[in-house]
Nanobody, 129 residues
Framework: QLHLVESGGGLVQPGGSLTLSCASS????????IGWFRQAPGKEREGISC????????RYANSVKGRFTISRDNAKNTVWLQMNSLKSEDTAVYYC??????????????????????WGQGTQVTVSS
């Protein structure tokens, strides 16, 4: 089984920055599309970003576009989500997810995949004064 671990969550003030990581210590992530999701209490899960296996393609939801940046280093089996200009409404549990079936030509032309075979446990991000 592919085991994913998110880290880097915490408490930040509005306007601040935080970088989350998603890592696998047991398997290479070379062929895995990675998606980032978040869920706030009482809210539906929201897909916010994704990156193709090679890192060639990145996508963002409108709610985070221009503020968040997704990146990866397959040599380190790690994907990051850099979050800038954080707002209180960004408060949520953030999850990463991975699936190999979107590799190469199977990566969508627009948007992000919504279904993933592997999920991390999540990390809490709280934006508050």
């Amino acid at each position: 089984q592919l085991h994913l671990v998110e880290s880097g969550g915490g408490l930040v003030q509005p306007g601040g920055s935080l970088t989350l990581s998603c890592a696998s210590s047991r398997f290479t992530l070379d062929y895995y599309t990675i998606g980032w999701f978040r869920q706030a209490p009482g809210k539906e899960r929201e897909g916010i970003s994704c990156i193709s296996g090679s890192g060639s393609w990145t996508r963002y939801a409108n709610s985070v576009k221009g503020r968040f940046t997704i990146s990866r280093d397959n040599a380190k089996n790690t994907v990051w989500l850099q979050m800038n200009s954080l707002k209180s409404e960004d408060t949520a549990v953030y999850y990463c997810a991975a699936d190999s079936k979107y590799y190469g030509a199977n990566f969508p032309t627009t948007g992000c995949p919504t279904e993933y075979a592997n999920w991390g446990q999540g990390t809490q991000v709280t934006v508050s004064s």
